[in-house]
């Protein structure tokens, strides 16, 4: 997904424009993120598709959904606690060792979802064993963010920050893509043959794509940033604890600007799915298909918000994203409802971009901006986590929740209103940040 020629043109004129070690580093770190974002979203098609009739069976149909999407919820708990560990780790030792110490995690994580019994097989050890292994993929990919957002601004000159911090952002909808892409190429198959065998097909590639990152991402090298740090002995203790008793306003701004654009994209690519197939009635594949193209347009339109917001600043993109989301919130479902393939494609595409990439986008400089070297890795990573655990992993399954109790969607919507009125009081609340030196301690 990332040979894509708008990516592939953004390559081009980061060589062109900085050393041949920078252009390096992004590739090194956008290629890591999508393979970590591909391993941890795999497991959000195979709960609205597999999960509720393979390890939740004695369940109904609607008890059997909340159930396999609350197990998807777990790793959006287990985020936070990812964030904080990296996070301390990160900041204490390097960038550079936690990237690869997450991408091994999150690696045998999701290989070994693919090789577990079901209920079936084994009773309630199946879904167990299931929460444990998405337990572990939140704690790798909570710690993976942070350290691959930083490892490519605290390379980047000061004036292209927001552009190539908005490249690693791009291993979302690659990731989203490529999961889809998968699911959606198995969707051929009989039934009996996709619930047996053929879910576990996008796991088990896991164990050759984790290679092919671990490779990648040992050649890297530390920041300058953190290096001077270090070489300053300007390493704080207990990270974590500095950005909580010394910065408590700007972690709770980091937490609300990202709650509104998570709980956006889990609504278009996970609920969306149980939506279309389980209220509206429409096939697998269409919908599939819709996700695949909002991802795809995510490639254009993350790093053209990521460049803008060098142009014209972090805070302006924020806002505006925040209120078209809250505009977005009282639209989307009612053309969903057409079951029009050719508008319901044309919707998610177009909300996912103007609801998560314009602001998801400028978030990989701006998060991080928002917080000094020596605790960067602990105040973005928690920052982040913390808002994807709350209304990131719990949005699909509250989602589920309001429509099953409503009979429609509008609680939905008063959701994701009060989110979008959360992220635009945060961003009013922030600094500019796309002027700063982040390389201070």
């Known amino acids: 997904m990332t040979s894509s020629p708008t990516i592939a043109g953004i390559g081009v004129l980061a060589a062109a424009e900085t050393p041949p070690d920078m252009s390096r580093i992004v590739w090194a770190s956008v290629l890591g993120t999508v393979i970590e974002w591909y391993d941890f979203l795999i497991y959000g098609t195979a709960a609205a598709l597999v999960f509720n009739k393979l390890f939740f069976p004695t369940l109904d149909p609607v008890a059997g959904t909340l159930a396999a999407f609350g ?18 780790f990160g900041d204490r030792i390097g960038r550079k060792a936690m990237l690869t110490l997450t991408m091994l995690i999150m690696g045998v994580g999701t290989f070994l979802i693919g090789c577990l019994p079901t209920y ?5 050890w199946a879904p167990a064993l299931l929460v444990a292994l998405r337990l572990l993929q939140g704690i790798g990919v909570g710690g993976e963010w942070g350290g691959a957002v930083l490892m490519v601004i605290e390379h980047a000159p000061p004036h292209r920050r927001g552009l190539y911090g908005s490249l690693v952002q791009i291993g979302f909808p690659a990731g989203v893509a490529a999961s889809t892409a998968t699911f959606l190429a198995l969707s051929s198959l ?43 002995s300007a390493v704080a203790r ?14 709770l701004i980091a937490v609300g600007l990202k709650v509104s654009e998570v709980a956006w994209v889990y609504v278009l690519t996970v609920f969306s799915i149980v939506y279309a197939t389980g209220t509206l009635g429409l096939p ?22 990521g460049w803008l917001s060098d142009k014209v600043g972090r805070r302006p993109l924020y806002l505006g994203g925040a209120a078209v989301s809250a505009v977005c919130a009282f639209v989307v479902f009612g053309l969903l409802d057409s079951r029009d ?14 609801t998560h990439a314009s602001m998801f986008g400028p978030q990989g400089a701006f998060m991080p901006e928002l917080f000094g070297t ?11 986590q913390v808002a994807a655990a709350i209304s990131g992993g719990f949005s699909p399954i509250i989602a589920s929740g309001l429509l099953a109790w409503s009979g429609t969607t509008w609680p939905i919507s008063i959701y994701l209103l009060v989110l979008a009125g959360i992220t635009f009081a945060a ?15």
């Open 71 to 88: 197990s998807y919820a777990v790793g959006f708990v287990a985020r936070p606690l990812g964030g904080a560990i990296f996070g301390h």
């Open 120 to 124: 079936g097989q084994i009773g309630l």
């Open 190 to 232: 009989p039934e009996a043959d996709f619930l047996s065998w053929g879910w576990r097909l996008p796991f088990l590639a896991s164990a050759v794509l984790i290679g092919v990152g671990l490779f990648v991402r040992l050649r890297l090298v530390e920041t300058p940033a953190f290096s001077r740090v270090k070489e300053e």
């Open 238 to 251: 207990i990270p974590l604890m500095e950005v909580l008793t010394r910065q408590p306003r700007t972690f």
């Open 284 to 305: 697998r594949r269409m919908i599939l298909d819709a996700i695949l193209w909002a991802a795809i347009l995510e490639f254009a339109t993350m790093p053209f918000f």
């Open 341 to 354: 393939p050719t508008v319901i494609t044309a919707t998610i595409a177009i909300a996912m971009s103007l």
């Open 374 to 384: 020596r605790v960067r890795y602990s105040g973005a990573s928690l920052g982040c």
């Open 427 to 441: 961003t009013l609340a922030a600094a500019e940040t796309r002027h700063l030196d982040i390389g201070r301690a």
